[in-house]
């Protein structure tokens, strides 16, 4: 561990944390981009199988999100982010090749886009657990700030990636760049130090249990509870908006898909700038508070798009001002959240906490979508997006519980103790 003083970006390891996560984002966007080309325009996929794509692609914490810190725990966070990112690997790799061999139908790149979304469930388990050892848990605001603002920058730069490497290859040999980028994560994550020596099986709780005592600290802790509620309360209003949004704008106002993809890369530059003044906002008013201000500024960005039917000759103005403020809302929060939800969290119960939470924030999205695409052929676009609208602001009623704006940081006694540092990496001979 480098001195207290020093920032996140001194430590080796986050370096290499950094560098694989970086790379797994990347991987990732332009193989979302490259399936959904390659199924629609090579493949011939149904209409059915299409509309698959995205609910594969977001069903792994609803299906193993329970029980995917249990499995850190066992197996260790370094160990565990190596081989999810050579199944990544793998399974890009399985699809370019039957590609070639002539082999690939589209349900196998909806089973990759499955096993590749269920690695990414253990995969983030493992980060969530692993960084406050690496950077210590008074600066995993700093820390979460750099993840996501290169995440974000990232997504604005991945779809265009992979709309010009489309253009060069055959969608599906694209993937062989999503493969490629795992080898940079692997190198990345070589620099973390070893894991910690696993506990004998005798003192290991069963699975159940162990899932059990994760739910029961989140049950248990009113403050955690209301921050994951906020979180998820969030999620589903943003999987609500976002099953009638695309609709809304490209059918009912009939905006051109050029255009409306130029404005969407607006919500992706607003995140960078969302996650990059977060540490400092929630420094300034509190991370409660700065918490607070983003759950307000949601419901304003989401009603945005709806007033638009009021002045379609605005538009473009509206609902570019909307994805901005959805970005930097989203920065501010998810930043916050992270930092708040880490710092409350026992080192020896954060995978299994985290991955309940995420199983729950997460499976959130899902949730809201479906019920956001019935709703849109039930009721249509804009009364789907107004109840998006009251939901997102109902994510503020549990702040105001736990003393929100009263209270703008958490108190001393319900912080755990700081971790011991993980060991400096040495010679290793494996993962």
Known sequence: MAKSGAGVWALPAFRGLWLATT?????????????SVGMISVLGATPFQAGLAAPLSSAGPLLFGLVAGVAVDRWGQRRTMLAMTWV????????????????????????????VGIADVFFMAAHTSVLPRLVGR??????????MASEQVVSLAGPAAGGILVRLLPAPAVLAVSAATQLVAAAGLARLPPDNPAPPKTDRPGIREAV???VRFIAGHRVLLALIMTTTTNNFAAGLYQAAESWFILHDL????????????VSAVGGIVGAVLAPRIGKAIGPLRAMLLAALMMPLNFALVPLTALWPHLAVLSIGVSFTLFGLALGLMMVNSSALTTALIPDDLLARVSSTRRTLTQGSVVL???????????????????????????????????????RGALLASELPAEPEPLPAPGRQTGP
Do not use: K, N
């Open 254 to 265: 009939a905006m051109d898909p050029a255009l409306f993809g130029a404005i969407w890369s």
């Open 138 to 147: 008074h600066r995993i605001a700093d820390a979460a700030s750099s993840l």
């Open 368 to 406: 809201g979508g479906v019920l956001g695409a019935v709703l849109l052929g039930w009721i249509g676009a804009v009364p789907t997006l107004w109840l998006a609208v009251a939901v997102a602001l109902g994510q503020c009623v549990f702040l105001l519980l736990i003393g929100v704006p009263r």
């Open 88 to 115: 990544r690997a793998a399974a890009y790799a399985w699809a370019v090749a039957s590609f070639f061999l002539g082999w690939l139908e589209a349900w196998q790149l909806l089973l990759v886009i499955l096993v």
């Open 212 to 214: 059990a005592t994760g």
């Open 23 to 35: 790379a797994v984002h990347a991987g990732r966007d332009v193989a979302v981009f490259a399936v």
